[in-house]
Structures are given as C-alpha cells and as structure tokens.
Antibody
Framework: QVQLQQWGAGLLKPSETLSLTCTVYGGSFSGYYWTWIRQPPGKGLEWIGEINHSGTTKYNPSLKSRVTISVDASKHQFSLRLSSVIAADTGFYFC????????????????WGQGTMVTVSS | DNQMTQSPSSLSASIGDRVTITCRASQGIRNDLGWFQQKPGKAPKRLIYAASSLQSGVPSRFSASGSGTEFTLTVSSLQPEDFATYYCLQYNTNPPTFGQGTEVEI
C-alpha cells in the first residue's frame, strides 16, 4: 500500500522561501512522476509541478520563476521550494503521485499526502 | 491552459437523489479526465480516471462518461458520506487543470 507523508514549515513571512518534503512509502518510486498541488483557502486546486526519480521536472508556467522541485531517489523523497512568497501563496499544499512514466491511461493523482497548511503573513 | 468549466457550482440534494455534474474542456482532451471528491480539511480522493473508469474501492453508485470536451459524473443514489466538493481534472495537456469545483450540499 502506497502512502505519502509530507512535512514542512507552516508559517512564513513575505519574501521567505516555502520548503516542503514528501516521502513515498511502498510501491515503485521510479515508475511514476511525483507532484505538488496547492489550494488557496476556499478555492480550487492548482498543479504546481512534477518530477521523476532522475530529476526531470515540469512546472506550471504561472509559478515557474519561483518554483524548484527536487528529488532524493535514494530516500524516496521529493521536495518543493517556492521562493519570495506572498500572501496569495497561503493555502494547503499537497504532494501526490503523478502519471506513470510509461504510457498509460491510468492517470495521475490517485494517491495524496495529508496536506500542509502554509500561511504567509507578516 | 486548457480551461475546465464545471456546472453547477453548487447544488442542494437529498439522500437517495440522483445527482449529475458536468465538466466542459475548452480544448478536446480525448478521455484524459478524472473526477475527485474532497471533504473539508482533507486531501482530494480520486473517484474516476480515463473519463469513465471507477477507481478501485469507490462505490458503484458513482459513474462517469464523456469524451472530447463534455463529461459528466453521476451519483445514482446520494448517501450521507457523498456530501462534499467534486472536481474534474484534465491531464491531456500541460499544465493539468482542475475545474472550479461543485459543492454538493444537503
């Protein structure tokens, strides 16, 4: 049974860097892309970006200039850094299992972490 | 980005009702669509992938259909645990994009 467990700082000041890490327990780490998704309070879901076990990344163009996703495949971990945060970056941040690396119609986001509430406030 | 438009934004229903939610893509996405259920303070849960495939463990009262640009999610007989917000997701083009959500209330 695959589980994702995430952690990181929940309170930031404007201009600081958000940093979260997600550990994958069970299943294949190399067989999937691993993603970050966020949700402002009371609003919808926004895909931030993805990474695979070898470090290949894709980012949402809306956040690309501030986002870095990295991986430590030996620990089955991947991390999110979002620089220069502002109040609009406040919300829940989720890690999730993304699409399979081999072509498949199984689709992404079948397994999620528990979420981390991040608040940006001076 | 491929915009996903859900309707309605919210609906009121009773236990046992049949409920249908619609999702429309601004560009064709074949069947690269998923449906998710989210309860307050929790991560979303995937119900459907590939437009109509039921996720393992999800009750059979949930069903979905569609292809191209028009998709629907149906709950055949609403149960108390089904009151939640539902989102569609397209994963045909980058970035993956979600609909704005449909809140199903009592």
């Amino acid at each position: 049974q695959v589980q994702l467990q995430q952690w990181g700082a929940g309170l930031l000041k404007p201009s600081e860097t958000l940093s979260l890490t997600c550990t994958v327990y069970g299943g294949s780490f190399s067989g999937y892309y691993w993603t970050w998704i966020r949700q402002p309070p009371g609003k919808g879901l926004e895909w931030i970006g993805e990474i695979n076990h070898s470090g290949t990344t894709k980012y949402n163009p809306s956040l690309k200039s501030r986002v870095t996703i990295s991986v430590d495949a030996s620990k089955h971990q991947f991390s999110l850094r979002l620089s220069s945060v502002i109040a609009a970056d406040t919300g829940f941040y989720f890690c999730a299992r993304g699409r399979r690396r081999t072509p498949s119609n199984y689709g992404p986001f079948d397994i999620w972490g528990q979420g981390t509430m991040v608040t940006v406030s001076s | 980005d491929n915009q996903m438009t859900q309707s309605p934004s919210s609906l009121s229903a009773s236990i046992g009702d049949r409920v249908t939610i619609t999702c429309r893509a601004s560009q064709g996405i074949r069947n690269d669509l998923g449906w998710f259920q989210q309860k307050p303070g929790k991560a979303p849960k995937r119900l459907i992938y590939a437009a109509s495939s039921l996720q393992s463990g999800v009750p059979s009262r949930f069903s979905a259909s569609g292809s191209g640009t028009e998709f629907t999610l149906t709950v055949s007989s609403l149960q108390p645990e089904d009151f939640a917000t539902y989102y569609c997701l397209q994963y045909n083009t980058n970035p993956p994009t979600f609909g704005q959500g449909t809140e199903v209330e009592i």
